[in-house]
Antibody, heavy 118, light 111 residues
Framework: QVQLVQSGSELKKPGASVKVSCKAS????????MNWVRQAPGQGLEWMGW????????TYAQGFTGRFVFSLDTSVSTAYLQISSLKAEDTAVYYC???????????WGQGTLVTVSS | QSVLTQPPSVSAAPGQKVTISCSGS????????VSWYQQLPGTAPKLLIY???KRPSGIPDRFSGSKSGTSATLGITGLQTGDEADYYC????????????FGGGTKLTVL
């Protein structure tokens, strides 16, 4: 069965960096794009962008350029989200989500809470 | 401000029917498939509807989706207390800020 398992919660100070992992299993990792979605506390879903798991080419949504980096390690079927120069407003749950053939997000990771606080 | 517009909340009694609307534009809903996601409290979103009106395996037929022009609707019949959740519509946008877009979410309360 398809599973996306994300790394655990993180508590970081402002200015630090964090790297969230998303390990896929139960399917061929390079056959489906991986997307990232942010959900700030008490807020809705916000699409951050996606990464082509074949080429490694990332695409970032407006507002997620510069400090946000998507990457892959296809040898272990894992996608990564790295955020640098963390700010308090980066505090959120970050989800990875597989993009299906129908352009919907058919499988989601359990989410990773990143808390930025001094 | 979300690109897609949903009502913040809806409510209905157990056993009743409810609909949730999602309004967009020609650059998103008007020219792309719509998906719907259910987010139970404290959990990750779950795909309910894809390609406007199709249900993934395991999703009961109490859930239905439709699309007309630049709007979409999620319907839930035979409401159960376990349906209390946030519901999000999503699609793709082909404007200058192309990419995935979501509605602001609708909180369903089963009274």
């Amino acid at each position: 069965q398809v599973q996306l398992v994300q790394s655990g919660s993180e508590l970081k100070k402002p200015g630090a960096s964090v790297k969230v992992s998303c390990k896929a299993s139960g399917y061929t990792f390079t056959s489906y794009a991986m997307n990232w979605v942010r959900q700030a506390p008490g807020q809705g879903l916000e699409w951050m962008g996606w990464i082509n798991t074949n080429t490694g080419n990332p695409t970032y949504a407006q507002g997620f350029t510069g400090r946000f980096v998507f990457s892959l390690d296809t040898s272990v079927s894992t996608a990564y989200l790295q955020i640098s120069s963390l700010k308090a407003e980066d505090t959120a749950v970050y989800y990875c989500a597989r993009e299906s053939d129908s352009a919907s997000f058919d499988y989601w990771g359990q989410g990773t809470l990143v808390t930025v606080s001094s | 401000q979300s690109v897609l517009t949903q009502p913040p909340s809806v409510s209905a009694a157990p056993g009743q029917k409810v609909t949730i609307s999602c309004s967009g534009s020609s650059s998103n809903i008007g020219n792309n498939y719509v998906s719907w996601y259910q987010q139970l409290p404290g959990t990750a979103p779950k795909l309910l509807i894809y390609e406007n009106n199709k249900r993934p395996s395991g999703i009961p037929d109490r859930f239905s989706g439709s699309k007309s022009g630049t709007s979409a609707t999620l319907g839930i019949t035979g409401l159960q207390t376990g349906d209390e959740a946030d519901y999000y519509c999503g699609t793709w946008d082909s404007s200058l800020s192309a990419g995935g877009v979501f509605g602001g979410g609708t909180k369903l309360t089963v009274l």
